[in-house]
């Protein structure tokens, strides 16, 4: 019964009946250790926020002390080493969190489906609704012609005009055989 009333008022092992710290210590292993969540870009821009607004004060406030201090001839150059030592430490936080920010949000973008201009991706888009960009390596379908990246339904191709072919398709032609030309196009 020892050991549970131990436990339970949680007195330190020395302060314990002598025998009953022996058989407390091993009904009761250390707790683990919690693993903390990574913060999120949110609460990152905030304390980056609130670091940029304190920085800014003691800026202020260390020019108006040595204004002051210069006014009543009493210069304490120690004083203004400490605070400009304070508002260092606040810098290098703030560096520390623009990483920290940085690769927050490359990891944020990477696991996110967008293209190289930013916008998010429809599940299943073959084209950037953006900027027009075609999704992945290789485009859905390219005209033979000219090589534009063109949607897999497209009948022409927007950049040159002619019918939609795929590109092999386009060497078939034989030599008796003419391309085919969009009207009044020779």
């Not at 330190?12 to 250390?30: I, R």
């Not at 623009?98 to 998010?120: I, K, Q, V, W, Y």
């Not at 299943?124 to 990246?149: D, L, S, T």
Request: glycine share 8%; charged share 25%; aromatic share 4%.
């Amino acid at each position: 019964m020892a050991p549970l009333r131990d436990r339970l008022t949680r007195r330190a092992p020395a302060q314990a009946e002598p025998g009953a710290g022996e058989a407390s210590q091993e009904a009761a292993p250390p707790p683990p250790p919690q693993q903390q969540r990574p913060p999120t870009p949110g609460q990152v821009r905030r304390e980056r926020r609130a670091l940029v607004r304190a920085r800014e004060d003691r800026i202020r406030d260390l020019g108006g002390l040595l204004l002051e201090a210069y006014k009543r001839d009493r210069l304490k150059p120690e004083l203004y080493f400490e605070q400009a030592a304070e508002i260092v430490s606040i810098e290098e936080r703030i560096q520390e969190l623009d990483g920290a920010l940085a690769s927050l949000t490359r990891r944020t973008m990477a696991e996110a489906n967008r293209c190289a201009c930013g916008a998010p991706l429809v599940w299943g888009a073959h084209f950037c609704a953006n900027c027009g960009r075609p999704v992945g390596e290789a485009a859905v379908v390219a005209c033979a012609h000219c090589g534009n990246p063109l949607p897999a339904e497209a009948t022409f191709c927007s950049n040159c005009g002619r019918p939609a072919e795929p590109a092999e398709a386009g060497y078939q032609t034989g030599p008796d055989e003419q391309a085919p030309t969009i009207a009044g196009q020779g």
